[in-house]
């Protein structure tokens, strides 16, 4: 099994687990108090395991450009943006943030379980000329660290003003006198930033462990587990459970990553017919009173017609109800509606609201500071 | 008994799915073992049994489930639901604070403990149990 740069750490303190051919963490404590000290104060997450790509070169804009289907060189230098790579059928084959750290210089961050197959994506689509793809997984690592105490714990690592530093932006600097990237992002609902440390390697890892180290000892180390429960809360889809290869942007309320007026993209020609009808299903979160719901679970209408199914569930420990992401048919269903889920024969009683699932003005990134 | 950072109670039988069972006559009390709760990590959600409810040796008659998981829990016995611990309703933690006391999760009537009990594992065995999945 692969493993990251922090594994020492993680094998000495965590209960670990396989994700992506990666020995993680999956918690340290309980994934509760990992998730509640996210929400309440700052936690931090090893997400070296994440696949890095540095493309650059004079074609780099221009070929990406052509790739996603967001604005690439309209974007200012610094800008780390949320977009999608797509199939030919404008399938979502992964979700991923680019970082755009100069007009010829970007640092594509995808899903660990996906690496493999976006790079041949990537390599696949590449002009003969003018770029270079290189893979920096191995040779970085990758902290995230979030919530409302994020930048008080961060700040002292680095001479970087983080103050400076607005939502989805990114800043080449160093931490802990060592070269890195911060950017202000974060799969939590948190405010928060993720830190790539680069040049240290599963040879070499002390720098990453010292930044690690620095951090767990004014913050939460958090696993898998709440980063699972921390992304769902928040309504952010992961992939492989809530969107895939079958699904398109519209389908998963991800129609807002599809520049209205920009041409040309892989997908393009798909994405010209999805968008004159409206799209069949619908993504929807639903709360239940009682019961998990999990994924595959199937949703019912409050007459008990089968209109879906849960794509991902989970326990919030927000709310101390079960919720759930799920697809449902268009039309169907709207929020505030009664629904149910069947839960292992049990039919549960709940109701559809619009992610996330927490109140905005107790938790997320949208309360205190950053408005 | 402490075996590998788990405790595993002198007076207790138990089944490979690491549930545990106690004869307090003319009752059998169930829970999960410190082992199982300790692996589920935070449990959030348990589903038992309703009273009166038939169960049958090794066979599933709930769940339990962490924010991440489900675990099926299987009667170490058969019989009749004669409690079940509605603490647990709002206080699932329970289970983990104290598999072996207020963490407990239902009484069963029993059909036949006296046979059915050579099915169960003994401590030691339970303890050898335990020692083989972590290997």
Not at chain 1, 352 to 369: C, I, N, Q, T
Request: glycine content about 8%; charged content about 25%.
């Amino acid at each position: 099994m692969k493993t990251t740069q922090l594994h020492a750490y993680h094998e000495k303190h965590a209960k670990l687990t396989e994700f992506a051919g990666y020995e993680m963490p999956l918690w340290y404590t309980t994934t509760t108090e990992e998730h509640l000290a996210v929400r309440n104060s700052c936690g931090i997450f090893d997400v070296s395991h994440m696949g890095r790509f540095m493309v650059t070169g004079p074609e780099s804009a221009g070929f990406l450009e052509g790739l996603v289907p967001t604005h690439v060189q309209r974007q200012p230098a610094g800008k780390a943006f949320y977009t999608l790579f797509l199939n030919e059928k404008a399938g979502i084959i992964d979700d991923l943030i680019i970082i755009k750290q100069s007009e010829s210089g970007f640092l594509v961050v995808v899903n660990a379980a996906n690496a493999e197959n976006d790079m041949h994506h990537i390599t696949q689509h590449a002009p003969p000329g003018g770029i270079e793809i290189e893979a920096v997984t191995a040779s970085s690592a990758m902290i995230a660290v979030q919530g409302p105490r994020a930048m008080e714990v961060l700040q002292p690592l680095t001479p970087f003003d983080l103050g400076q530093l607005k939502r989805f932006r990114s800043a080449e600097t160093d931490v802990l006198h060592q070269p890195a990237v911060i950017s202000r992002t974060g799969y939590t609902g948190e405010d928060g930033f993720e830190v790539i440390i680069r040049g240290v390697t599963n040879e070499n890892p002390e720098g990453a462990l010292l930044v690690w180290e620095k951090l767990a000892g004014a913050s939460t180390p958090c696993g898998l587990g709440a980063r699972d429960s921390l992304r769902l809360e928040a309504g952010f889809p992961l992939h492989g459970s809530d969107i895939d290869p079958e699904t398109n942007p519209f389908q998963a309320d991800l129609g807002w990553v599809v520049a209205a007026e920009k041409k040309g993209y892989v997908g393009y020609d798909e994405i010209v017919r999805l968008r004159e009808a409206p799209p069949d299903v619908v993504k929807r979160g639903v709360v239940l009173d009682r019961g998990i719901p999990r994924h595959g679970f199937e949703v019912l209408d409050g007459r008990s017609n089968p209109i879906g199914t849960v794509t991902s569930g989970t326990f919030s420990p927000i709310l101390r109800r079960g919720i759930a992401l799920c697809r449902v048919k268009n039309a169907s269903s709207g929020p505030g509606d009664a629904v149910k889920v069947r839960v292992r024969g049990s039919d549960e009683e709940g109701r559809l609201v619009k992610p996330p699932f927490y109140d905005e003005k107790s938790y997320g990134w949208k309360r205190g500071a950053q408005r | 008994m402490d075996h590998a950072g788990f405790e595993i109670p002198d007076d207790l039988v138990y089944t490979k799915e690491h549930e545990w069972a106690k004869e307090a006559a003319p009752v059998i009390r169930v829970g999960i073992t410190d082992y199982a709760a300790k692996t589920l990590n935070d449990i959030v959600y348990v589903t038992l049994p309703k009273l009166e409810e038939r169960v049958t040796q090794f066979k599933t008659m709930g769940t339990v489930e962490s924010i991440k998981a489900v675990s099926e829990l299987y009667s170490p016995i058969s019989g009749t639901v004669t409690k079940v611990n509605k603490a647990l309703d709002s206080h699932p933690e329970l289970v983990n604070k104290s598999p072996y006391g207020e963490g407990w999760l239902l009484e069963i009537r029993p059909d036949d403990f006296t046979s059915e009990r050579k099915n169960l594992l003994d401590p030691k065995s339970y303890a050898a149990h335990i020692e083989s999945l972590q290997r």
